[in-house]
């Protein structure tokens, strides 16, 4: 299974209403497409803010 290296971003409007950033990188598999990339930084950001909500998220492949 080859793998791409990614930078994302993603901001959390937490439940007490404050936005937060989370920013990291790392691997994952190429054959994941750009939605699905987005849908896994989006949750992992989310779990851990337990009922925020996702304002914005961005995903870079290097």
């Known amino acids: ?3 791409q290296r990614y930078e994302a971003e993603v901001e959390i409007r937490t439940a007490a209403g ?11 598999s190429a054959n994941l497409g750009g939605e699905q990339l987005l849908d896994s930084v989006a949750a992992a950001a989310l779990h851990q803010e337990p ?3 996702v304002v914005a998220s961005r995903v870079r492949t290097a």
């Open 51 to 53: 009922g925020g909500t």
């Open 1 to 3: 299974m080859s793998t």
């Open 18 to 28: 404050q936005v937060v950033t989370y920013k990291g990188d790392g691997l994952g």
